[in-house]
């Protein structure tokens, strides 16, 4: 992609995200997130052809941004590793931060969208794959350091569950992220050796 497709499709995603936060799904058309947008609506049909097309798109442009941040977290050791990538997922300042907030509830939103849409569930299945692989590594790790003493595969489906769960929990209920993380925080220290 040339520098302005890159800075064109950033700017759409941009405009997605935001319309997306401020109407939800349901409400979602081509003309909300042209509202969004500081080019023209035909731009957005010139590069989709539907809403849907779009928000594929969306979603794969966010979930490979998340996806590039939990592949990053290469040092320190296991458990701040593993307490890295359950923080991206679950932020403890959620509610304080409106940006990860609405983020999170527009990837449940989209989310709910994929036992009607394949492409969404083979997406996100995706990630969940890449996500507890991420999980499973640190463990591993942690296992062969003596830090954890949990079968890797096992911990890392447990981890995936339960942030997902306190994450819908703290967007869908206003629960504080560091309240939502305290049964995560019981998790790992049963994981410890």
């Given amino acids: 992609m040339t520098d302005g497709a890159v800075g064109t499709r950033a700017a759409i995603m941009e405009a997605t995200f935001e ?11 081509i003309q909300t997130i042209a509202d969004e947008f500081e080019k023209s609506k035909s731009l957005l049909y010139y590069h989709y052809e539907t809403k849907d097309d779009l928000l594929g798109d969306f979603l794969e442009f966010i979930l490979d941004e998340f996806e590039a941040e939990v592949d ?12 890295t990538v359950i923080e991206l997922l679950l932020p403890p300042d959620l509610q304080g931060n409106d940006e990860a ?10 989310r709910m969208q994929a036992p009607y849409d394949e492409a969404y569930a ?3 299945a995706t990630t969940d794959e890449r996500t507890v692989a991420a999980f499973e590594a640190v463990l591993s790790d942690g296992v062969d350091e003596g830090v954890f003493d949990v079968d890797p595969q096992e911990g890392a489906e447990l981890l995936l569950d339960a942030v997902a ?3 819908l929990r703290a967007v869908t209920t206003r629960t504080d992220g560091r309240a939502a993380l305290e049964p995560i925080e019981a998790l790992v220290g049963s994981f410890r050796a």
């Fill in 165 to 167: 769960g306190a994450t």
């Fill in 19 to 29: 319309a997306l936060s401020k109407h939800g799904y349901a409400d979602l058309t």
């Fill in 101 to 110: 907030r609405q983020l999170r509830t527009a990837l449940f939103e989209l």
């Fill in 72 to 83: 990053a977290e290469e040092s320190e050791d296991p458990e701040t590793r593993l307490w």
């Fill in 122 to 124: 083979d997406r996100f």
